[in-house]
Structures are given as C-alpha cells and as structure tokens.
C-alpha cells in the first residue's frame, strides 16, 4: 500500500512557475513508475508526465513538452513536477499517481495506475 499526498499547488500568474511534489509512504517507492494527471473542471483527467522506477525515462504529454519536467528523489520518497511557463490552460487539480510496472500497460493511461493522491489545485490566472 502506497499513500501520496501532493503539494505545491497555488495560485501563479502567466508566465510565471510552480514545483509540484508528491511524498509518498513506505519503503518500497523505487519500485513504482510515477505519474502526474491534471483534470480541469469539466473534463477527463489526463496524463502529464510519467517517470520510471530509477527516473531515467521520463515521458510527457506534448502539451506540457518543454515546459514541465517530472524528476524522483528515491531516497526521499518524493516525486517532483516543476512547471514553467505556464498558462491558463494549465489550471486544473493535479494529482500524483503511482504504478506497478506490468507489461502491456502504459505511463499514459490512468487505468494503469494503483494508488493516487487527493490531488492539488494548480490556477493560472492570465
């Protein structure tokens, strides 16, 4: 079992950065790939950015390439979303998720995810 609890959220105008993190329990995080969703109100939760077991593969949604880079700390339990450049499309809560690794499954999709946060609210006001 996995408890996340995310951080960092608030309030930020255009332009301007934020770090998201997402502190995890137990002594087993290095063996779960992590992942950042966003929802905003109205539509479906969405991937942001995935991380493997180590970090050394990282992945992105091509709305956020360039602009965000998802990052672990295995000894702190911790995974980390900082985000520049942002923009009013950005505004949603986000949420931090983590993964057994299974094959056939994917970073991408929500459904491969066994443990989420409570997520945190990210608005970019323009």
């Known amino acids: 079992q996995v408890q996340l609890v995310e951080s960092g959220g608030g309030l930020v105008q255009a332009g301007g950065s934020l770090r998201l993190s997402c502190a995890a329990s137990g002594r087993t995080f290095s063996t779960y790939g992590m992942g950042w969703f966003r929802q905003a109100p109205g539509k479906e939760r969405e991937f942001v950015a995935g991380t493997s077991q180590s970090g050394t593969t990282t992945y992105y949604a091509d709305s956020v390439k360039g602009r965000f880079t998802i990052s672990r700390d295995n000894a702190k339990n911790t995974v980390y979303l900082q985000m520049n450049s942002l923009k009013p499309e950005d505004t949603a809560v986000y949420y931090c998720?983590?993964?057994?690794?299974?094959?056939?499954?994917?970073?991408?999709?929500?459904?491969?995810?066994?443990?989420w946060g409570l997520g945190t609210q990210v608005t970019v006001s323009s």
């Open positions: 998720a983590a993964r057994v690794i299974r094959g056939g499954s994917s970073y991408q999709a929500a459904s491969s995810y066994n443990y």
